[in-house]
């Protein structure tokens, strides 16, 4: 059955579909980054709030400042802005319909659809899903890099923007000028302190063109942090075929794991949907929840993907059938993450860590390794460095993170153990090709890639640990390395 508001009453008995009248919602939210998992998350905690009758005038707008965004809005405009999301429960799938999204923006170079539907007085959150890589944030220094290009090509060029930053300059601006109050920015990416790292962004790049206008964001737009989590894979044919076992003829279905977590700031001038009603928990804590989920959930993804990525496992759930890989990442979460975890308002870290080794086993998931492999060079820094920073600060032992920088550099040779090759899965891949194989002959030259590892390489001690357990890998295989760190 294609999807349609038409069509919706004629899906199967067992697909759930949104319970309250669609042309009644407004949009109050626009969000730029429709991609899965937005849909699987955001999308749907507004699509539960409005099934309790609530929050009608909350409606998402969907926005994108890429050229692959135009392609999602197609399929969503095609279906009225509905599209199915399957939970992968292990006991028993569930489909529903979600609802919650009334229109999208057009993509468009210069962004003036965006800015004109963020202008809008109805709208008073702007949302975003760019990635963890989209925040142009220096790897040296962790700050706002004024001078990439993109951030140097929208300040000579503020009315025509080509970020989503500049976009959120220009409708900020408009609205000023118009006598209407700003909007909330409410970052929804895996970033640590995303609402701290988008304000730095949207008033870094104002402050290139218009350090008035920057003054004035800084004084009157709020950002709040949040912690957003669910594990949602790539949509292929695999969940295309999903949908329609389900009779939903989908251009755009989502699948997830049933787990979801949102954890935020209540810091909303311009208003907020009761979101608390669809258990999103609102606290002043959001770094403990942040950092727990950072390290344990995120430093478990990168654990467990470089391991299996160089034995050509293909799934997560595979990786944690081996029982060596599962044992290699309790043990690092065990003794090296959980002492360096700031406690969690009402969450035992130990409990958390056990609801991670079994989301990571689901086997409907499918999540891929390559997925978690993908932008170790953004990701690596902020799941794994800080931990191995915060041991060698604390003078605790790293031995099992370093083992995984080494696995990683392996990984980024671009050949498995087996000889297979390693199609390119980083932004960065050639520049860390060439490094890995500088140091397959002196380890020391991957830690020197100062824009991931900082001053790292300035550690002897490091330096030495890192250098004998890389050329261990290459002597021996990942399989005997792991093993010899497990035996302690």
């Not at 392609?71 to 489909?95: C, H």
């Not at 800015?115 to 962790?142: C, F, H, N, W």
């Not at 601006?173 to 920015?185: E, I, M, Q």
């Not at 958390?352 to 690596?380: H, M």
Request: include cysteine.
């Amino acid at each position: 059955m294609t999807l349609s508001n038409d069509t919706l009453s004629e899906l199967p008995a067992d697909v759930a579909r949104p319970g309250y009248d669609r042309a009644a919602l407004t949009p109050g939210i626009v969000h730029i980054g429709c991609g899965n998992f937005h849909r699987a998350h955001q999308a749907v905690y507004l699509d539960d709030l409005f099934n309790l009758g609530e929050g009608h005038d909350w409606a998402l707008m969907g926005a994108g400042v890429r050229p692959g965004d135009a392609k999602m809005r197609d399929a969503v405009l095609a279906q009225d802005g509905l599209y199915s999301v399957i939970e992968l429960d292990p006991a028993a799938k569930s489909a529903r319909v979600i609802g919650s999204m009334v229109g999208f923006a057009e993509v468009a170079s210069g962004n003036a659809p965006l800015i004109a539907a963020m202008s809008q007085p109805s709208v008073r959150i702007v949302s975003l899903t760019v990635t963890e890589g989209g925040y142009y944030i220096d790897p040296k220094t962790g700050t706002f890099s004024p001078t990439h290009p993109d951030i140097q090509a929208d300040a000579a060029n503020p009315d025509a923007p080509e970020t989503a930053f500049g976009a959120i300059i220009a409708a900020l601006k408009a609205r000023r000028a118009s006598g209407v109050p700003p909007f909330t920015v409410m970052c929804c990416d895996n970033v640590p302190h995303n609402g701290h790292v988008t304000r730095d962004a949207v008033c870094g790049l104002a402050e290139l063109s218009d350090p008035e206008l920057s003054a004035w964001i800084k004084a009157n737009v709020a950002f709040p942090n949040s912690m957003v989590d669910r594990i949602t894979p790539a949509t292929g044919p695999r969940e295309r075929a999903l949908a329609q076992s389900f009779g939903i003829e989908d251009a755009a279905p989502v699948t997830c794991e049933p787990f979801r977590q949102w954890v935020m700031e209540d810091n909303f001038p311009a208003g907020r949907p009761a979101l608390e009603k669809v258990d999103v928990t609102f606290t002043d804590a959001v770094d403990r929840f942040e950092t727990m989920k950072i390290r344990i959930l995120n430093g478990g993804h990168a654990i467990i993907a470089y391991a299996a990525g160089l034995r050509d496992i293909e799934y997560a759930h595979e990786a944690m059938a081996d029982d060596q890989i599962r044992a290699y990442l309790d043990k690092i979460e065990t003794t090296e993450i959980l002492p360096i975890v700031p406690p969690v308002p009402e969450t035992d870290l130990n409990d958390y860590k056990q609801l991670i080794l079994n989301r990571f086993s689901n086997p409907e998931v499918a999540d891929t390794i390559r997925r978690l492999c993908l932008d170790g060079s953004n990701r690596q820094p902020k799941f794994i460095i800080t931990s191995i920073n915060d041991c060698v600060a604390q003078g605790r032992d790293c031995t099992g993170l370093i083992l995984e920088s080494a696995l990683w550099c392996r990984y980024c040779y671009g050949t498995s153990e087996t000889g297979a090759e390693i199609a390119p899965n980083d932004p960065n891949w050639d520049h860390l090709v060439a490094q890995s194989k500088l140091a397959k002959e002196r380890p020391a030259a991957w830690l020197e890639m100062s824009e991931i590892y900082g001053d790292l390489a300035e550690n002897a001690e490091v330096v030495a640990k890192f250098t004998e357990l890389l050329n261990d890998v290459w002597a021996r295989g990942s399989h005997s390395v792991i093993a010899d760190y497990l035996a302690g």
